[in-house]
């Protein structure tokens, strides 16, 4: 079967590289292949409720350098407590099902993270023609090297670890700087050694307040009188590794702000020492592509017009050791790419002196 019409969209949260890789897929598509793009808008939502366009040359025109997503995003898991619509009846894959007849696609681009192509396995189990791009800024989709996103969101945490620096030094504190990273530590291991941070917590080192204090006040003791703690979002104690997921994720919930938060206090009744947070929060999200992220999304979307064209359906576009392969949805749908104890990174950190709070 020749693709002659493909739909594309981007869901989950929005990263820098997806208008690149939107532009890709489509200009190569377009040029080598005489294929026309439909562009879904919202992601999963914009599929299930039909509301889709044609894109054209004019429309991709000029979106290299730009973040965000010019299709727009929503985190949408139509398989996920599927309601039918109040107006047709129809399930969400159902409607989904119909958008792709009715718009005649041969087959489906879909570019996002763990659970986008998640969604996008299901949705190639249902019989579609599915293609899948990683994105995400935590870097944690298994079996590739590495995600689109993840170096421009590293430079913008790197950095911002850099002026806090100087600030930590000019007024004596403890610093903690919060990282995005709810299952994995990528983020923040990689900008913690980038900014040369004196503690960083990760998901996959549950830590003791008592190991990060005693490092601080060892810093304190040889005359340093500042620390600087980055603290992956989803970063968790000792005592909260021991609970089941979802009593864990109840205690989450009602913690009144976010976790380096709780480490600054924690900290501070722990050491008598002033305490500050910076939450990054969506700054590393947003903003301008890096060029390396500007390079790598576009060999994506380049990769996935070609993966169309081979009828490569029910795979995602993935680098490993830098070269572009195939790997089956399948083999990546609910997984997550962790921090392993034994990474160089970390063993690095460590020779270094760097505290991971175990």
């Not at 009144?256 to 480490?263: E, K, M």
Request: include cysteine; charge should be neutral; hydrophobic fraction near 40%.
């Amino acid at each position: 079967m020749r693709v002659k019409r493909f739909g594309i969209l981007t869901s989950g949260g929005d990263a820098p590289g997806l208008n690149a890789a939107i532009r890709a897929v489509c200009r190569t598509a377009a040029i080598q292949y005489g294929m026309t793009a439909v562009g879904i808008k919202n992601g999963y939502r914009g599929l299930i409720e039909n509301n889709c366009f044609e894109l054209s040359a004019d429309d991709i025109s000029g979106i290299l350098t730009r973040g965000g997503t010019i299709l727009g995003t929503s985190r949408e898991k139509p398989f996920k407590n599927p309601e039918p619509d109040e107006n047709t009846g129809l399930l969400p894959v159902e409607a989904i099902k119909r958008t792709y007849e009715l718009q005649k696609m041969d087959a489906l681009v879909c570019i996002g993270g763990n659970g986008t192509n998640s969604t996008a396995s299901l949705l190639a189990e249902e019989g579609l023609n599915v293609i899948g791009l990683p994105k995400t800024i935590d870097n944690d989709i298994v079996k590739t090297d590495v995600t689109f996103g993840f170096n421009t969101a590293l430079g913008v945490a790197t950095e911002a670890i850099d002026r806090i620096h100087t600030t930590a030094h000019s007024h004596s504190r403890i610093m903690v700087i919060e990282v995005m990273g709810h299952k994995a530590g990528w983020l923040s291991l990689y900008s913690g050694i980038a900014g040369g941070a004196d503690v960083i917590l990760l998901p996959e080192i549950p830590y003791d307040i008592d190991s990060v204090a005693e490092c601080v006040m060892k810093r304190r003791d040889a005359g340093k009188e500042f620390s600087i703690v980055v603290v992956a979002e989803g970063a968790l104690s000792k005592d909260e590794a021991l609970l089941p997921k979802k009593e864990l994720k109840r205690r989450r919930k009602l913690m009144p702000y976010s976790i380096a938060y709780r480490v600054a206090h924690e900290l501070e009744e722990a050491t008598g020492l002033i305490s500050r947070v910076t939450v990054l929060g969506y700054l590393q999200r947003g903003g301008t592509p890096s060029p390396y992220d500007r390079v790598l999304s576009t060999q994506f979307g380049a990769a996935g017009a070609h993966f169309l064209a081979e009828e490569k359906f029910g795979n995602l576009v993935a680098m490993q050791d830098n070269k572009i392969v195939p790997v089956p949805l399948s083999e990546i749908a609910g997984k997550v790419k962790s921090v392993e104890t034994d990474n160089s990174m970390i063993i690095a950190g460590r020779g270094l002196g760097t505290c991971f709070g175990d």
